[in-house]
């Protein structure tokens, strides 16, 4: 968006950001653009009290695509807190009631991993959701596959 304030940067360093925003419960997209080729353009570090695509996303209308995974709960290490619910971008889960387990909505979860950083219990997890598409490989992409 501000290509006078672009610049390129060295692969430890883009590391770093990515780490920094996901910390701050930031979900990251990569886009591609067709004034590009086709080719990826850009990796937004979305927050979702101000990106339109996550609105967007949230209110039915389908602009992001999904991670290839989905959020996995392991019920027995689950306290029912529902400090993963709070932290859910996509208002995929719903905080069960008090010590319950969240219920988990899979046609809205996009597989962000936000709430697994949120859940001090660890239960949890991301898994490979055939049924949502397959992960992007930005290596492939690079080399051309």
Do not use: W
Not at 42 to 52: E, H, L, R, T, V
Not at 128 to 144: C, H, M, N, S, T
Request: aromatic fraction near 4%; charge should be negative.
């Amino acid at each position: 968006h501000h290509p006078d304030r672009a610049r390129r940067i060295e692969p430890a360093e883009a590391s770093d950001i990515l780490q920094a925003e996901h910390e701050r419960g930031h979900v990251q997209h990569a886009f591609f653009k067709d004034a590009m080729l086709q080719r990826f353009y850009a990796i937004c570090n979305c927050c979702s009290c101000c990106c339109g695509a996550m609105e967007a996303q949230r209110h039915g209308v389908p602009m992001l695509a999904s991670s290839g995974f989905l959020a996995h709960i392991q019920e027995d290490l689950c306290k029912g807190c529902g400090l993963c619910a709070g932290h859910c971008p996509f208002a995929a889960l719903e905080p069960g009631e008090k010590g319950d387990v969240p219920r988990l909505d899979t046609d809205i979860c996009l597989g962000c991993g936000v709430c697994v950083d949120h859940c001090p219990t660890k239960a949890i997890s991301l898994e490979r959701a055939p049924e949502k598409g397959l992960p992007l490989d930005i290596v492939d992409l690079l080399e051309g596959r």
